[in-house]
């Protein structure tokens, strides 16, 4: 992310302040809250982790690796570790599978449709991640609809809420229009003017989507597979709400033992762990980046 | 001896006390390297002066100082005798017309010319009076209710010329201000701006890299090069008699040879010999124009009183509309002749033998490092 | 419209696909106007009851309100303190303006979980949980960001040559902002505005671990509702909510475009 910066400068006068105090003063009020609302939590939660906790939600300051060495040796958290990974893993991969066919379209529509289309796309984002997920409650319950159809053809109606499925269900729609919108970004390389050339040099359809319009898609396919991957491990709401407590993942148990427990060193521990989680992810996507090129 | 002494102390006094604008030493420095090395220049009032250049030569980052929207690292301007230097923008009265233009996109045509006057606290009646004024002077009195994104790229600039001349200012500087329209245009806005100027008889400096615009237009020309002046003139100054290599080459088109000159006022070229005007001693570079070599069959005969002459042989003819340009191959070096075309009939067939002549007067000659 | 080399079965899948990426929020339309008891889907029975039980429901009603007032303070404050620091990481460029800009917009890259968290652990200690200017604060960390990305952008595809325009011509550095700088921003100050007051009118994370009993926010009494029961009360809120966001993005799409404001 960069800032265009003008070529040149106007020349502030120096009055009383002079140009560094002038400027200051002006970046005084952001600075306060990037101060407040940012660094000092997040370095406190970064000391938080190295704390002991006490029974009843005590809090002892000290250094000591404790929850580190806890989290390491406990088969809960490195089972919830290992589910939060892979279901986001999970969520990821079918995000990709059903957002690719729709990004593919959009981008080889133009004018007023695809504008109404990219319309379509967005205003999910715009709806409170709340009401998705109650709108998907209404789906999947049990006398819903969907387990309704699915029992009228004969079938055992399977369950779809209050476990993983349904979180699953839940957050591949919820995270779709970030896939999307990445899947276009990237889309930019992909000229139909290519595609065009590589069936009249006789590819059908099918292989010249694999050997010409895959390839040239990979780098918005990896933007957006790590955006949703990393949107996925962090995400609570839905997780909270469809898993019905009886889905354990890495973002609610940091609200639980945050809130409920009031573990809050080992809440932040978890906090920390999840951006470790994230660094990898950064990392693994430089490198297919890198194998890309 | 002593004579020559008090009229040039007269001299330099009479330019100072006319100079409405006096650059003094004026330095800008971008960490290691000079954008503008000790520039020293006297504008005289009402003098339209070209800063002319290739890009990178300094001549925009000058104007820029001038303005007041960067600050020197050096040296000193001084405008009708005070030094305003450290002056902030706001308050040096100088009328600016960008490249861009720089036109106020929120604000109609009469609010971006009243906005100079707004700043100056004007009462309101005299605004509008002289808004119309300015807007009648460059034709635009019908448009003043328009947003600036409605006009042509000529109507904007005329807008952005009304709207730094409305102030009064004391000295009018030009950034380029032609480049961003087409050819014809060009032509128009040139005569327009130059017969503004007169009118007003304000002062003024005007940046281009287009010799045509500096040439036409001015009547200094200051060239360029690398943050230092190369040479000050007027027009015919700097096109017949350049100080350097890089004034013959920069205003005007050129031939180039390279040769040794023998102190006697000849140089030696390749196997010919050339006589110049002077007696420079040394290695030399020798230029003429094109147009001013004519182009003959070979002519054996020994050539005449104050013109030299070389022999070549016809290598390329371009026709350009109006002028056909006759490419000779002389010993290696190739040199270019211009004639007036003449309803595209070619003098030779490529590769005929020919002459070039032109006159002693006419050739350029400067000392060349060995 | 579209080009000949989408087929039929093509257009069919990307038709189910966009049914999947909508349906949630199609649904809480219909479900709005159940006349049941607990949340189903089709009701069997339609009615406005569930707009009157809203009416009446005067915890979700003080939250709506709370959560405007929020919004609408976070965003003056959020236009305040970011339309100053986007001007000094632009234009003036003192100390590190990259550095600067890159600190300022950090907060986005961190998960609103960790950030909640981290916000709660300083706020108890400093006595700030459940009090609205505690909220104020948690939601600026968030809404200062996409404010400063939006401003700083907006300000560095603006010539600089109108500013400077307007200096030679007179204008002292604070005139020149105010007449040429600050109009000139006009779109990206909209866009700006609708994004701060939708991110924190939507804001659920970080408010949930900031509220308290006694100060809660739509979005926060919503997750609680929905977390412990299933009716179409929340359906009917979700339609008021809905219609809202597609207010402001419609003065959005009228006054700058709606592409250029959020497909970044």
Known sequence: MSVAVAESVIPVPRPALGRVGTATLLLLPIALVNAVGFLLPVLNLLRMSFNEALSGGGIRETFTLANWVGLAGDSFYLELILNSVVVSLTITALTLVLSYPI?????????????????????????????????????????????????ALGFAPPRLMFNTTGVVIGLVEILMPYMILSLLAGFGRLDPRVEEAAMTLGARPVKTFWRVVLPLTLPGIALGCLLCFVLAVSSFITPKLLGGGRVFLLATEIYDQAIVTLNWPLASTLSILVLVIFGAALAVYARILRAID | MMHQKILSGTLTALTDRDAHLR????????????????????????????????????????????????????????????????????????????????LFPHMTVAKNVAFGLEMRGVPKPEIERRVTEALAMVRLESLAG?????????????????????????????????????AKLRDEMRNEIRDIQQKLGITAVFVTHDQVEALSMCDKVVVMKGGKLEQVGTPVDVYERPETPFVASFVGRTNRLE???????????????????????????????????????????????????????LTRVTFVGDLLQYHVDVNGAELIVEAASDHGRFFRAVGTPVTLSWRIEDTMVFRRAA | METNQTSLPMKILVALLFLFLLAPVILVVPISFSGEQILSFPPQSWSLRWYIALAQNSAIISAFWTSLMLGAIVTVLSLAAAIPAAYVIVRMRTMGSGFLYNLFTAPLLLPTIVLGLAILIVFASAGFLGSFWGLVIGHLVITLPYALRV???????????????????????????????????APGIVAATALCFLVSFDEVVITLFLTGPRLTTLPVELFHHVESRADPLVASVSVLLILLTLGVVMIVDRTVGLSKTFVK
Not at chain 2, 261 to 275: E, F, I, M, P, Y
């Open chain 3, 151 to 185: 401003l700083a952008t907006t300000l560095g595809n603006l010539p600089l040559a109108c500013e400077e325009a307007a200096s030679t011509l007179g204008g002292r550095p604070f005139t020149v902002f105010r007449r040429v700088t600050l109009p000139m921003m």
């Open chain 2, 23 to 102: 650059l003094d030493g004026l330095t800008k420095r971008y960490g290691d390297t000079d954008a503008v090395a000790a520039l020293n220049l006297n504008v005289p009032k009402g003098e339209l002066v070209a800063l002319l250049g290739p890009s990178g030569c300094g001549k925009t980052t000058t104007l820029r100082m001038i303005a007041g929207l960067i600050t020197p690292s050096g040296g000193r301007i001084v405008v009708g005798g005070s030094d305003i230097t450290r002056m902030p923008v706001y308050k040096r009265d100088m009328g600016l017309v960008f490249q861009s233009y720089a």
């Open chain 1, 103 to 151: 990004a593919l379209y959009l981008h080889r529509s133009s004018g007023r449709w695809r504008t109404f289309l990219t319309v379509l796309v967005i205003s999910p984002l715009l709806t409170s991640a709340v009401v998705r997920t109650y709108g998907w409650i209404a789906l999947l319950a049990d006398q819903g609809p969907i387990t309704s159809a699915i029992a």
């Open chain 2, 259 to 313: 040769g040794a000159a023998r102190g006697d006022g000849t140089v030696s070229v390749g196997g010919a010999t050339l006589r110049v005007p002077g007696r420079p001693n040394g290695p030399v570079e020798i230029m003429m124009r094109p147009h001013r070599v004519r182009l003959a069959d070979v002519d054996a005969s020994p050539a005449g009183e104050g013109t030299n002459r070389l022999d070549g042989r």
């Open chain 2, 146 to 182: 328009r947003k600036p994104r409605e006009l042509s790229g000529g109507q904007q600039q005329r807008v952005a010329l009304a709207r730094a001349l409305v102030i009064r200012p004391s000295i009018l500087l030009l950034d380029e201000p032609l480049s961003n329209l087409d």
